[in-house]
């Protein structure tokens, strides 16, 4: 009886604490009392290819933006009363990442995204108030699109086709609470440039895991230690394991994050040379334009400097390192740092997909706003500019 | 992997490991991890010395150069450390054997289990991708790449310095004052590859976090922990997720500094309680390695010299010179805009809510809730350290006379008391907020201590009847060596 007391109480003191990390009101229903179904052949996609395919729908290329969007209308649906969220897809690839859009009645104009966890092969659910502040008033679109993975998959080998099956939207009930906390705590997220500085783990916005197994943890000491009065000459022990339980509990939703991190680098990498890895950048456009730039440039050693500039920073310190051992700096810090009449004479600069530089044919010059440099061009196509610096004679 | 890349490897950990056989002459529970452990991580980075003082003019051949140089110092030092630890005569403490029940055996073997199969997902994550964070590339491999594909050394200045000076050979680039310690590795490395091949460089962040475990094992098991609990903190730590991001996604130097700053506690802790003065040798080593790694290391490797020297004096000594120094610097403040030298890092001016340290910048002082917020889901909400800080502050409160108790361990609480509170001094008071409330650096210099905290949790958890057993007795701190 004592046993049987202190699982009923374990059990309701897990539900309350899950339910409480996924987001459930202790109000709700058990289920759901509104919902909204609909199959993939709902959606007409805008872009990219996509074909019925039963109830489903196929998308079987991509845009030559490099994405697809598939949407459907929605007969103006209160965000409020459907804010859970359940997709399925089919092979969708682990190269791609989803993006819910949706627009919303006040502002047609406008079109809301939120990231969603990589659907895999079977459900996933979201709730979409933590997902997306602008999930609110009402809804008069919902589509997905799909995008090679930032800064992490080449977006050549990115696509392979895939299947929207089914969507749904449902109101808050308890019965969404354990896939809630499955794709919120289990739930595939790409590396990105900020995972090495902070792990993150599962759907974004969704409930923090130390945080309630740390609460879980203290709340299921404490329950012990009250039932169980012969325990508590061990105290310490008996903390000791719950902490333990927990951070091994945290550590098996670890290990499963880093292993289907390393399933993308596999699938990507796995079987081939480094040379070919090499190739395989996700911002091969810079590799690209770097391979271009030396065909323009001197060669490393000869001491000519190579001054670079991109409206992003990321793709000109990207353009930097592939650049290398080219002699090449950042141009804004070089502005910055000596004044032109300083530079060398035979200092190349490279532009590199950028709105704010641009070279004015009429004075033959490299132009943002006030700043001026006198160039001569070596190669200009597509997003890429090789100039050489134009002293003027003393 | 070609023949070259392995013997590169073998030449880097053997001039690291055979001269810590030479220290460790005496049969202490865990010696051979922590011969291996830090044999791994001193090998590589005395590789990284060598190789940036004989291979200058070649670095193609960066290996090939440096190899000998190596060879010798790792056959001259061994030697030494052996001839110099014989002298010493010291006995062999012992251990007694593991008395632990049959459930936290089975743990640490599953615990060991899920680090081995933790270890091969990084492994092979490291050896498949190109090196991918920001910083690996944009700051800390643009050396060794631009040395090792120019095929000699080449000085980076600042822009202002490079650019004018067109006929020399002098780069520059947004890192150009980075300190080069890593990078030199990379070149090593690199020449032995035969081509710039990312993951290979990069593996040597792999056998970091091997040595790291290792190390750390070793030395609690000469502290004191029996092999279960040992093996058992060995899985917290190594099962730490951003201690593991930083193998996977290898190239930033701060898995270097908290390894060295927690082995450098590691070998203090060691000479504290058992008076090996091999051990403060290798504290100090540790210490005076931490500003070659990183800016950030200079202020650990201050704040671990003064615990070394306030463990050293007479306790009557310690809060009066304490007292003196934090007297010192308060005035030095006070007064405004004047000068306090720190060593190393140049002169830090202080003025009215001004800090202004040279290898950080100009730093207003001011409350940042926000920052103070950020540190907080830093330590306690994200998935970065699982329940590392919430177990913190209940397991020294629970063995707060043990902590007491122990003069070391005291002093090793102060020490991570006083870095966390520079860091949280950094983050909440000065401009730096923004690197906490952007979640960008908060967590990893957090993690640069991280190995030292685990320590200390570990140590109050031993078993007070396995203490370990004092190994010298003719000099060293002038009291009873600690029996925690």
Same mark, same amino acid.
């Given at each position: 009886?004592?046993?049987?007391?202190?699982?009923?109480?374990?059990?309701? +003191?897990?539900?309350?604490?899950?339910? @409480?990390?996924?987001?459930? %009101?202790? $109000?709700? &229903?058990?289920? !759901?009392?509104?919902? #909204?179904?609909?199959?993939?052949?709902?959606?007409?996609?805008?872009?990219?290819?996509?074909?019925?395919?039963?109830?489903?729908?196929?998308?079987?290329?991509?845009?030559?933006?490099?994405?697809?969007?598939?949407?459907?209308?929605?007969?103006?649906?209160?965000?409020?009363?459907?804010?859970?969220?359940?997709?399925?897809?089919?092979?969708?690839?682990?190269?791609?990442?989803?993006?819910?859009?949706?627009?919303?009645?006040?502002?047609?104009?406008?079109?809301?995204?939120?990231?969603?966890?990589?659907?895999?092969?079977?459900?996933?659910?979201?709730?979409?108030?933590?997902?997306?502040?602008?999930?609110?008033?009402?809804?008069?679109? +919902?589509?997905?699109?799909?995008?090679? @993975?930032?800064?992490?998959? %080449?977006? $050549?080998? &990115?696509?392979? !086709?895939?299947?929207? #099956?089914?969507?749904?939207?449902?109101?808050?009930?308890?019965?969404?609470?354990?896939?809630?906390?499955?794709?919120?705590?289990?739930?595939?997220?790409?590396?990105?440039?900020?995972?090495?500085?902070?792990?993150?783990?599962?759907?974004?916005?969704?409930?923090?895991?130390?945080?309630?197994?740390?609460?879980?943890?203290?709340?299921?000491?404490?329950?012990?230690?009250?039932?169980?009065?012969?325990?508590?000459?061990?105290?310490?022990?008996?903390?000791?394991?719950?902490?333990?339980?927990?951070?091994?509990?945290?550590?098996?939703?670890?290990?499963?994050?880093?292993?289907?991190?390393?399933?993308?680098?596999?699938?990507?990498?796995?079987?081939?040379?480094?040379?070919?890895?090499?190739?395989?950048?996700?911002?091969?456009?810079? &590799?690209?334009?770097?391979?271009?730039?030396?065909?323009?440039?001197?060669?490393?050693?000869?001491?000519?400097?190579?001054?670079?500039?991109?409206?992003?920073?990321?793709?000109?310190?990207?353009?930097?390192?592939?650049?290398?051992?080219?002699?090449?700096?950042?141009?804004?810090?070089?502005?910055?740092?000596?004044?032109?009449?300083?530079?060398?004479?035979?200092?190349?600069?490279?532009?590199?997909?950028?709105?704010?530089?641009?070279?004015?044919?009429?004075?033959?010059?490299?132009?943002?706003?006030?700043?001026?440099?006198?160039?001569?061009?070596?190669?200009?196509?597509?997003?890429?500019?090789?100039?050489?610096?134009?002293?003027?004679?003393? | 992997?070609?023949?070259?890349?392995?013997?590169?490897?073998?030449?880097?950990?053997?001039?690291?490991?055979?001269?810590?056989?030479?220290?460790?002459?005496?049969?202490?529970?865990?010696?051979?991890?922590?011969?291996?452990?830090?044999?791994?991580?001193?090998?590589?980075?005395?590789?990284?010395?060598?190789?940036?003082?004989?291979?200058?003019?070649?670095?193609?051949?960066?290996?090939?150069?440096?190899?000998?140089?190596?060879?010798?110092?790792?056959?001259?030092?061994?030697?030494?450390?052996?001839?110099?630890?014989?002298?010493?005569?010291?006995?062999?403490?012992?251990?007694?054997?593991?008395?632990?029940?049959?459930?936290?055996?089975?743990?640490?073997?599953?615990?060991?289990?899920?680090?081995?199969?933790?270890?091969?997902?990084?492994?092979?994550?490291?050896?498949?991708?190109?090196?991918?964070?920001?910083?690996?590339?944009?700051?800390?491999?643009?050396?060794?790449?631009?040395?090792?594909?120019?095929?000699?050394?080449?000085?980076?200045?600042?822009?202002?310095?490079?650019?004018?000076?067109?006929?020399?050979?002098?780069?520059?680039?947004?890192?150009?004052?980075?300190?080069?310690?890593?990078?030199?590795?990379?070149?090593?490395?690199?020449?032995?590859?035969?081509?710039?091949?990312?993951?290979?460089?990069?593996?040597?962040?792999?056998?970091?976090?091997?040595?790291?475990?290792?190390?750390?094992?070793?030395?609690?098991?000469?502290?004191?922990?029996?092999?279960?609990?040992?093996?058992?903190?060995?899985?917290?730590?190594?099962?730490?997720?951003?201690?593991?991001?930083?193998?996977?996604?290898?190239?930033?130097?701060?898995?270097?500094?908290?390894?060295?700053?927690?082995?450098?506690?590691?070998?203090?802790?060691?000479?504290?309680?058992?008076?090996?003065?091999?051990?403060?040798?290798?504290?100090?080593?540790?210490?005076?390695?931490?500003?070659?790694?990183?800016?950030?290391?200079?202020?650990?490797?201050?704040?671990?010299?003064?615990?070394?020297?306030?463990?050293?004096?007479?306790?009557?000594?310690?809060?009066?010179?304490?007292?003196?120094?934090?007297?010192?610097?308060?005035?030095?403040?006070?007064?405004?805009?004047?000068?306090?030298?720190?060593?190393?890092?140049?002169?830090?001016?202080?003025?009215?809510?001004?800090?202004?340290?040279?290898?950080?910048?100009?730093?207003?002082?001011?409350?940042?809730?926000?920052?103070?917020?950020?540190?907080?889901?830093?330590?306690?909400?994200?998935?970065?350290?699982?329940?590392?800080?919430?177990?913190?502050?209940?397991?020294?409160?629970?063995?707060?006379?043990?902590?007491?108790?122990?003069?070391?361990?005291?002093?090793?609480?102060?020490?991570?008391?006083?870095?966390?509170?520079?860091?949280?001094?950094?983050?909440?008071?000065?401009?730096?907020?923004?690197?906490?409330?952007?979640?960008?650096?908060?967590?990893?210099?957090?993690?640069?201590?991280?190995?030292?905290?685990?320590?200390?949790?570990?140590?109050?958890?031993?078993?007070?009847?396995?203490?370990?057993?004092?190994?010298?007795?003719?000099?060293?701190?002038?009291?009873?060596?600690?029996?925690?």
């Amino acid at each position: 009886m004592r046993n049987l007391r202190l699982a009923f109480a374990l059990i309701l +003191l897990w539900l309350l604490v899950l339910g @409480t990390a996924a987001g459930i %009101p202790w $109000s709700a &229903a058990w289920s !759901p009392r509104a919902m #909204v179904a609909l199959n993939g052949q709902d959606f007409r996609p805008l872009v990219g290819v996509g074909v019925e395919d039963g109830t489903s729908l196929g998308i079987g290329a991509v845009a030559t933006e490099g994405y697809a969007l598939q949407t459907t209308s929605l007969e103006r649906l209160r965000a409020a009363d459907m804010p859970i969220l359940r997709y399925h897809f089919e092979d969708f690839p682990r190269t791609l990442e989803l993006v819910l859009v949706f627009r919303r009645a006040d502002a047609p104009g406008d079109v809301q995204t939120a990231a969603m966890p990589w659907p895999g092969d079977g459900s996933v659910v979201v709730d979409l108030r933590a997902a997306s502040k602008a999930w609110r008033g009402e809804i008069t679109e +919902l589509g997905f699109a799909e995008y090679p @993975t930032t800064q992490l998959v %080449p977006p $050549s080998i &990115a696509f392979r !086709p895939f299947r929207l #099956v089914d969507v749904g939207l449902q109101s808050v009930a308890w019965n969404a609470a354990p896939p809630l906390l499955l794709s919120g705590w289990f739930g595939y997220r790409p590396w990105s440039q900020a995972s090495i500085n902070v792990v993150a783990q599962g759907a974004e916005g969704s409930a923090s895991m130390p945080l309630a197994l740390a609460l879980g943890g203290a709340l299921t000491f404490g329950l012990l230690a009250w039932l169980r009065r012969e325990w508590r000459a061990r105290l310490p022990r008996l903390a000791l394991l719950v902490a333990m339980s927990m951070w091994v509990a945290l550590d098996v939703c670890g290990l499963d994050d880093l292993w289907t991190k390393h399933k993308l680098t596999t699938s990507i990498y796995s079987g081939k040379s480094w040379q070919e890895r090499a190739r395989l950048q996700p911002d091969e456009d810079v &590799a690209g334009f770097a391979q271009l730039t030396r065909q323009y440039v001197a060669a490393a050693g000869s001491g000519q400097r190579v001054l670079v500039a991109s409206d992003s920073v990321f793709k000109m310190l990207r353009l930097i390192y592939f650049l290398l051992p080219l002699n090449a700096a950042p141009l804004d810090s070089a502005l910055s740092d000596v004044p032109v009449p300083s530079w060398p004479a035979d200092t190349a600069i490279v532009i590199c997909a950028s709105k704010i530089w641009y070279y004015d044919d009429a004075t033959s010059t490299l132009r943002a706003g006030a700043k001026i440099l006198p160039v001569t061009p070596l190669f200009i196509g597509g997003e890429l500019g090789v100039y050489r610096l134009r002293q003027a004679a003393p | 992997m070609t023949t070259a890349y392995l013997l590169a490897w073998f030449v880097a950990i053997a001039a690291g490991t055979l001269p810590m056989f030479g220290l460790s002459v005496s049969m202490h529970a865990g010696r051979t991890a922590t011969v291996c452990g830090y044999g791994i991580v001193l090998g590589m980075l005395l590789t990284a010395a060598v190789t940036a003082l004989t291979a200058r003019a070649d670095t193609a051949q960066a290996w090939v150069q440096a190899a000998p140089w190596l060879v010798a110092f790792a056959v001259t030092a061994t030697a030494a450390a052996y001839w110099m630890q014989r002298r010493a005569g010291r006995a062999a403490p012992s251990l007694d054997g593991d008395d632990v029940g049959y459930w936290p055996r089975l743990a640490a073997i599953v615990a060991l289990a899920s680090l081995i199969w933790r270890g091969s997902i990084l492994a092979s994550e490291l050896l498949l991708r190109p090196t991918f964070p920001w910083d690996a590339w944009d700051a800390w491999a643009v050396k060794s790449k631009t040395w090792y594909l120019l095929g000699h050394y080449a000085a980076f200045v600042p822009p202002a310095e490079w650019l004018p000076r067109a006929g020399a050979d002098l780069y520059s680039g947004p890192a150009w004052a980075y300190p080069s310690t890593v990078g030199w590795l990379q070149v090593w490395f690199a020449s032995a590859a035969g081509d710039w091949i990312e993951p290979l460089v990069n593996l040597p962040w792999f056998a970091l976090w091997v040595g790291l475990l290792l190390g750390h094992y070793g030395q609690w098991r000469a502290l004191g922990l029996d092999r279960t609990r040992a093996l058992i903190f060995v899985y917290l730590l190594g099962s730490l997720p951003l201690l593991a991001v930083h193998v996977a996604l290898a190239g930033y130097a701060d898995l270097w500094v908290a390894t060295i700053f927690g082995f450098g506690v590691l070998a203090w802790l060691r000479w504290q309680e058992q008076g090996d003065r091999a051990q403060l040798a290798l504290a100090l080593i540790c210490a005076a390695i931490l500003p070659s790694l990183k800016f950030e290391g200079m202020i650990w490797c201050l704040t671990l010299v003064a615990t070394i020297g306030l463990g050293a004096l007479p306790p009557r000594w310690r809060w009066r010179s304490a007292l003196i120094a934090a007297a010192g610097l308060l005035i030095a403040a006070v007064i405004g805009q004047s000068h306090a030298l720190f060593a190393a890092i140049g002169w830090v001016r202080s003025g009215t809510r001004i800090v202004d340290v040279p290898v950080i910048g100009s730093l207003s002082l001011s409350w940042h809730t926000p920052a103070a917020v950020g540190i907080a889901r830093s330590l306690f909400v994200q998935s970065n350290w699982h329940l590392l800080w919430w177990l913190a502050g209940p397991i020294v409160a629970w063995r707060w006379r043990s902590l007491r108790a122990s003069d070391s361990l005291g002093l090793c609480a102060l020490l991570l008391l006083g870095c966390l509170g520079l860091l949280v001094f950094l983050f909440v008071f000065t401009d730096a907020a923004g690197w906490a409330e952007s979640y960008t650096a908060v967590n990893r210099l957090v993690m640069h201590i991280t190995p030292a905290v685990v320590t200390l949790l570990a140590l109050l958890l031993r078993e007070p009847r396995v203490a370990p057993i004092p190994i010298r007795t003719d000099a060293g701190p002038d009291r009873p060596p600690d029996r925690a």
